[in-house]
């Protein structure tokens, strides 16, 4: 008899998306998720991949959509976005 894996019929919805899983997620073109990317309406990959975090994606999408929960606290991705443009300026001086 051939063993099944324990996992075989669970469904796990993955964490990490490639860029073609992460632009099919959000309904756009692998072009377009690129684009949005590229202007700073979504997260880059993780730094180091060539992963994206569903859960990044969807903080984005909720922010936009004005479904984001809480105050005016600043989210992951805005403190991010931040971070790398305060990192830019403090290089060019």
Do not use: N
């Amino acid at each position: 008899m051939a063993s099944r894996s324990a996992f075989a019929d669970v469904r796990i919805a993955p964490r990490l998306l490639t860029r073609e899983q992460a632009a099919a997620y959000c309904g756009l073109s692998t072009r377009g998720f690129s684009e949005w990317v590229r202007a700073g309406k979504m997260p880059g990959p993780i730094l180091g991949t060539a992963r994206w975090d569903r859960c990044a994606i969807d903080a984005v999408l909720d922010k936009a959509s004005g479904l984001e929960t809480g105050g005016a606290q600043e989210d992951t991705f805005d403190r991010w976005k931040r971070e790398k443009h305060e990192k830019r300026t403090s290089r060019r001086r």
